[in-house]
């Protein structure tokens, strides 16, 4: 469930807990009303069973009637006291004169009587609304002398025969009855209200937390500058939105460090802004735009573009693109690398690792380039990921396959390198080629562990076969890496009966710098009885400084010059000739790599280079299959 769902769902709930509120504060009015209706009846009964007592004792008009008989009257006003109850503090009976004045008919009051006639002036303009309408209600006027106090009174008027108001028989209630009327339910109705507050209070809290939220979203999903979307905004998307519905492209643009100096910060953002701008323009609807870092975009491009026809057609335009400061014009150059996203691929990390890759190919080559990585199955990217690589490390799914390496003139196999492999979890049967894994893994303490379990399988040969030799690869920056030459040193120490068949084929991927530094490493092998073969000389870094500079026991001849000889024989055959001469100059044994087919091998073995190695001689394979065929 997204934030954005959960947001809705807790309005929904606030909106139904202040519905159910505003429901209770109905209810209770209601109720409130209904209990205040039946008290107020309850007083009205008792006026009126008041009222047919007075006109049962009366006849006629009452102002008559009662002017002229003292008595009676007296004794009326005895009566009424005995109607005072808890809840009737006063009791009297008014009559309107001519003059539109109240005067005093009864009072039930034993001390403090009201004179009969005696004036009295309401507080209420509903004393005259009663008399007019006939319908008895309850009003609140002051207490009596100028008291303080608010009263409440029972107005219920005494009809005629004719059925016009006579009179008003007037019932004050006590305070405590008055305050009973006024506060029914009050505490419920007073709990509600607090809690309609609170909810409100609440809400409104909400609504500026949520704010509050979403501006901070907006900060963290969206690239302020360049209005583009944020690595985190993109693992949001790529919740709901597959990530194979699309294929990648990756941007950078180059050396835009140089014009933030040169121009400025502010001038460089201006630049980068529109840019951006432009680049929007060109990608195809329903793309999608990501700053991954600094002056690094990702681009999600619809599977139902051309990848190639987009990613040329932005190349151009974006490096045709000027830009205007400070009265000058500035182009851009960007390299560029893509990808056809395989089907069932969800994770953008291993699409962009394979992204950087290709990326840092296109800057080595001079940057302003851009390239495509071709179609990949999902497979290839389950193998270069680094959850599946320590997984087959801790279970130990590492194996090697050997490769031998023949005497030339005769075929006879003469040593084997060994080429590691992982053994794939979900299909046992299936061996994953470095390639996928190395890249990865190089320079971390998981590359350390697998050479240690590549050296137990070549040692377990070794030990297997005592007759056979193995060469095994190490690159420079193992021969720099104190951890890996300390395993290096340890196995070598343990395993000292099988040293002396073991041939360490230095591969580079960066040049050797410190001569005495890599001659003493290469002495500290050899003083275990290892041989020292450098590899793909004639290619890279290798060249004849390597021969001057170091002592090599065996040379191998890139694949690069071997595949020459065929394409481009007479060139190629003396340069081979020439590597050749040398390494038996400096007591060297030569190998030839790639020998493919048969008219390389013949002329190879032409050129007299003592060993051969190749798919057409022998492929990788359990060292089983050639030691042991029959098995």
């Known amino acids: 469930m997204t934030s954005r769902n959960n947001t809705k769902y807790f309005f929904a709930i606030m909106a139904l807990m202040i519905g159910f509120a505003l429901y209770l504060q109905y209810s209770i009015t209601k109720s409130t009303e209904s209990l205040h209706a039946l008290e107020v009846s309850k007083a009205v009964q008792y006026a009126n069973r008041i009222s047919t007592y007075i006109k049962a004792e009366t006849e006629g008009d009452l102002e008559s009637y009662l002017r002229t008989h003292t008595q009676k009257r007296e004794a009326l006003n005895k009566i009424l006291h005995t109607f005072l109850t808890d809840e009737f503090k006063y009791i009297y009976l008014l009559k309107k004169d001519k003059e539109g004045h109240y005067r005093f008919l009864l009072d039930g009051s034993l001390s403090d009587e009201e004179e009969f006639n005696a004036i ?25 002398d100028g008291a303080k106090e608010v009263w409440l009174s029972l107005l219920y008027p005494v009809a005629n025969k004719q059925g016009s108001t006579e009179a008003l028989l007037v019932i004050d209630l006590s305070q405590n009855y008055a305050s009973y009327l006024k506060h029914l339910n009050s505490p419920v109705s007073q709990t509600v209200t607090l809690m309609q507050i609170f909810l409100f209070a609440s809400l409104i809290l909400i609504i500026y937390l949520t704010y509050s939220y979403y501006k901070f979203r907006k900060n963290i999903m969206q690239d302020a500058l360049t209005c583009t979307g944020t690595k985190a905004w993109l693992n949001e998307f790529l919740r709901t939105h597959p990530l194979d519905r699309y294929n990648v492209v990756l941007i950078d643009i180059d050396e835009f460090k140089r014009l933030n100096q040169r121009f400025g910060e502010e001038n ?142 005769t075929k006879e196999i003469a040593k084997f390198e060994a080429l590691v492999r992982f053994i794939d979890d979900e299909d046992p049967s299936k061996l994953i080629s470095p390639f996928h894994f190395l890249p990865v893994i190089k320079g971390t303490s998981q590359y350390i562990k697998m050479s240690k379990l590549v050296l137990q399988n070549v040692f377990a040969a070794l030990q297997k076969y005592p007759d056979i030799e193995i060469s095994v690869n190490l690159d420079l920056t193992d021969l720099y890496h104190r951890d890996m030459m300390t395993v290096i040193e340890n196995v070598l120490c343990e395993h000292k009966a099988f040293a002396k068949r073991l041939t360490f084929e230095i591969v580079e991927d960066m040049e050797i710098k410190d001569f005495e530094k890599a001659a003493n490493i290469f002495n500290m092998l050899r003083a275990h009885g290892s041989k020292i073969a450098l590899d793909d000389f004639g290619s890279g870094y290798a060249n004849y400084t390597y021969l001057i500079k170091l002592e090599w026991d065996i040379i191998k001849i890139d694949g690069t010059l071997i595949k020459e000889l065929t394409a481009n024989p007479k060139r190629a055959e003396m340069v081979v000739q020439s590597i050749n001469e040398l390494g038996i100059f400096y007591n060297c044994s030569v190998v030839a790599e790639f020998v493919s087919d048969e008219e390389t091998y013949n002329k190879v073995k032409a050129l007299c280079i003592e060993y051969s190695q190749g798919f057409y001689l022998g492929e990788p394979k359990p060292i089983e299959a050639y030691l042991d065929p029959e098995s």
Not at 120 to 144: C, H, L, T
Not at 280 to 286: E, L, S
Not at 313 to 321: H, P, Q
């Open 120 to 144: 009295f002036f309401p507080k209420s303009e509903q004393f005259d609304d009663v008399y007019r309408n006939g319908n008895a209600q309850i009003v609140q006027q002051e207490g009596k």
């Open 268 to 409: 460089g953002n201006k630049i980068l802004k529109t840019y951006i701008e432009t680049l929007r323009q060109q990608i195809p609807p329903h793309s999608k735009v990501v700053r991954t870092v600094g002056t690094e975009f990702m681009v999600l491009i619809p599977k139902s573009e051309d990848l190639e026809t987009v990613l040329k057609s932005l190349f151009e335009t974006l490096r045709a693109k000027e830009f205007k400061i400070e009265n000058e014009s500035v182009q851009l150059t960007a390299s560029m690398s893509a990808m056809y996203v395989p089907e069932g691929a969800r994770s953008e990390d291993k699409i962009l690792r394979l992204l950087d890759e290709k990326m840092l190919e296109i800057k080595s080559r001079g940057k302003n380039d851009y390239a495509i990585i071709g179609e990949k199955r999902l497979d290839d990217l389950r193998f270069s990921d680094m959850e599946f690589i320590k997984k087959a490390l801790d279970d130990e799914r590492v194996t090697c396959l050997f490769q031998p390496i023949f005497k030339t003139q």
